[in-house]
C-alpha cells in the first residue's frame, strides 16, 4: 500500500486490504511525489521507457528493497538458512524508534484515507494484518525456531516480527477506530512452513489456510451487514 489507489470499481460493496508488508520504513510517500514534481515524474517514465540501463537501475532497487523486507518469492529451506540467536533489544531500537517516528504515522494516515476513500464511494473497507512466518514460536513442520532464522544479515526472525508488528498494530487501531471490520491474520493464521513458501507467501495448503480465516471473520459480518444477500 506505498501507494493509495483511487480508481475504485463502484460497483463493488466490500474490498478486502491485507497492508503492511510494503509500508515497512516507508515515510512520507506523498510529500515524496510532490518534491519531484510532475515535469519530474514525467522524465523518470521517460528515462524508465527508454533507458535499459536506468529500467535495470531501477529493477535492482526494487530487488534490494524486496529482499530487505524477506519479499523473496523464493523457496526457502528454513533448515538451511541459519540463526541469529543473539541480537541483543538494543540493536533493535534505533530502526524500531525510526519507523515510529518517521513511517508509522505516515502509514496510519494512508490507512485512514483508505478507509475514507472507500466509504465516501459507498463501500465498506475491511483491514486484514499481514501475517510472516517468521516471528515467536517452532516451526512445527521442521523443527526450526522461527524467532532466531536468520532472515537478512544482521536481522532474525523476532526482530523482524517486531517491525512488521508496529504496522500491524497500526491496522489494528484504525479498525477499531473507524469502526471497520478487522481480520487479524497475522494472529489467527499459524506459524507453519507448510503454508509458506518463503517468509511471506503463501503455499496452495497456506492459501486455503488464509481463506478459511477470512471466510470464518467475514462470512458472519456479510450475512448481518447484507442480509438480502443471504441464500
Known amino acids: 500500500m506505498e501507494g493509495l489507489w483511487t480508481n475504485i470499481d463502484y460497483a463493488a460493496s466490500v474490498v478486502l486490504f491485507l497492508i503492511g508488508i510494503n509500508d515497512v520504513g516507508a515515510g512520507d510517500i506523498a510529500a515524496a511525489e510532490q518534491r519531484q514534481g ?23 532497487y526494487h530487488y534490494c528493497m524486496a529482499q530487505s523486507r524477506g519479499l523473496r518469492h523464493t523457496e526457502i529451506d528454513l533448515r538451511q538458512v541459519g540463526t541469529l540467536d543473539h541480537i541483543l533489544a538494543a540493536a533493535a531500537a534505533p530502526t524500531l524508534q525510526d519507523y515510529r517516528t518517521k513511517s508509522l504515522p505516515y502509514f496510519t494516515q494512508r490507512v485512514e484515507r483508505l478507509v475514507k476513500i472507500c466509504r465516501d464511494h459507498g463501500i465498506e473497507p475491511v483491514l ?52 471497520v471490520l478487522l481480520i487479524d491474520l497475522a494472529k489467527e493464521l499459524p506459524r507453519n512452513s507448510a503454508y509458506y513458501y518463503d517468509y511471506l507467501h503463501y503455499t496452495e495448503p497456506g492459501a486455503q489456510a488464509v481463506a478459511a480465516v477470512i471466510d470464518r471473520r467475514l462470512a458472519p459480518w456479510l450475512v448481518r451487514r447484507y442480509p438480502a444477500y443471504q441464500k
Open 128 to 179: 486484514i494484518t499481514q501475517p510472516t512466518l517468521y516471528g515467536p514460536g517452532v516451526d512445527p513442520f521442521t523443527g526450526v525456531n522461527l524467532a532466531t532464522i536468520k532472515v537478512q544479515d544482521g536481522s532474525n526472525g523476532q526482530m523482524m516480527f517486531e517491525f512488521i508488528e508496529l504496522y500491524n498494530e497500526a491496522t489494528r487501531q484504525v479498525a477499531h477506530q473507524n469502526g
Open 38 to 60: 510532475h515535469d519530474l515524474k514525467h522524465l523518470w517514465r521517460a528515462l524508465l521507457y527508454h533507458s535499459e540501463v536506468y529500467a535495470l537501475e531501477q529493477n535492482l
